[in-house]
């Protein structure tokens, strides 16, 4: 329980919320058409929640003790994102992932 107490919730929820923002089609295909990049949907929220962390840390003033609670609440938040949450909203809408129409979507755009 003490573990879970220390975690950054503040960065965990908002680093959640901007994770579905970036990954959502109309931003995934407004950034390919301007840079010709596109990456997998696990790289895009990685990249995003360490930058993110980044961003806090010097906002915040953090000191140098705080990069791991950063860190475990980044890993933490990225567990979390992708197994329970993805889940549960799979369930509550009825909608599984087929993952190979998404990856075949992906390459003839």
């Known amino acids: 329980m003490g ?3 220390s975690l950054d919730w503040a960065y965990i929820l908002t ?6 923002g970036i990954n959502s089609q109309k931003f995934t ?9 596109s990456s997998k949907r ?6 995003v929640g360490l930058v993110y962390a980044v961003i806090l840390y010097f906002i915040r ?3 140098v003790k705080h990069i791991e609670v950063l860190f ?9 994102h992708k197994l329970i949450l993805d889940g ?11 993952y190979k ?9």
């Open 3 to 5: 573990y879970v107490k």
């Open 15 to 20: 680093f959640i919320i901007i994770g579905y």
């Open 29 to 37: 295909n407004q950034i390919k058409q301007k840079t010709n990049i």
């Open 42 to 47: 696990r790289y895009r929220t990685a990249l």
């Open 61 to 63: 003033g953090y000191e």
């Open 72 to 80: 475990q609440s980044f890993v933490f938040a990225f567990v979390f």
């Open 88 to 98: 549960l909203v799979r369930y509550i809408t009825g909608k599984r992932t087929d």
């Open 101 to 109: 129409t998404l990856k075949e979507n992906e390459n003839a755009t």
